[in-house]
């Protein structure tokens, strides 16, 4: 488990769920908006991997996104519609996001690549646990659902050259250690959730 800062995770957090709160929701405000303990536990989870240096810059790209007017958050899920409403992305949101660079976006696929495969080898070791994750790849998107792939993209879209880059180097220093960033990610969840661990998880979950 990681030791960085707990006191600056949970700002991260609340700051991001401060632009969750401001997010416009199409069909009015969704249920998920009024859930501040599985919104906290869920971001929480994955920001408690990331390295102090990363956290400090992810939290330097809200507070520079509130300066010019701009919510992270937002743009999180409108780039997340490119693959669950294509027609509607193109028309009404593309046009309003900040345009990313053939090589980013190269880079990025790169970084989704490695997390899709973790994600998936978690499954394979955790399949109860597993099985209540997201959909894993974009192939499999709907409408109403998303996976763990489109949403990864989205999020990624989001971040400064900076953040995208600390996040690249913390992804490559797990994929060199034979870490899985989807399993660190879980065993915080799980812990949050008052879990001794994944193992006691898997063994109270359903089958």
Known sequence: MSGVSGELADAV???EWAQFQRTQNEGGRASCQDDWRTFREMRLA?????????????ADDLDDADAVGRNLVTEKYARMMASTSPARYARDLAPHLPVLSEARRATQEAVIAVQVRWAAEFRERYPLLGAGMRLLRTSQDTRTDTSF???LRGELGTYSARTFALYRAMVDGERASGGNLTERTVEWTVRL?????L????AAQPA
């Open 13 to 15: 957090v609340a700051h």
């Open 46 to 58: 994955q920001v408690l991997t990331w390295p102090e240096a990363l956290q400090r810059s992810y």
């Open 149 to 151: 792939e489109t949403y």
């Open 193 to 197: 959730a008052g879990f001794d661990g």
């Open 199 to 202: 193992a006691d998880a898997e």
